[in-house]
């Protein structure tokens, strides 16, 4: 398959996970849901770092299945 396809849907799932992680961070801020046993910015870093995780695993079943 061809690499600049691979590519555009690799960041149409990178960015679109990683504009949904950031705009729950900024709604649980809004909310006041900042306290966390481990510390708001930890709490944040680990949420925005599972979702990557799962953008590559979406990433790689779409890739296998689609193309």
Do not use: C, K, Q
Request: aromatic content about 22%.
């Amino acid at each position: 398959r061809r690499l600049p396809e691979y590519i555009g849907i690799f960041s149409l799932i990178f960015f679109g996970a990683s504009i949904i992680g950031v705009g729950w961070e900024v709604f649980e801020y809004l909310l006041g849901h900042i306290w966390s046993p481990e510390g708001y910015w930890f709490d944040t870093i680990t949420d925005l770092g599972i979702d990557m995780l799962g953008a590559f695993a979406v990433y790689f079943f779409v890739a296998r299945n689609r193309l």
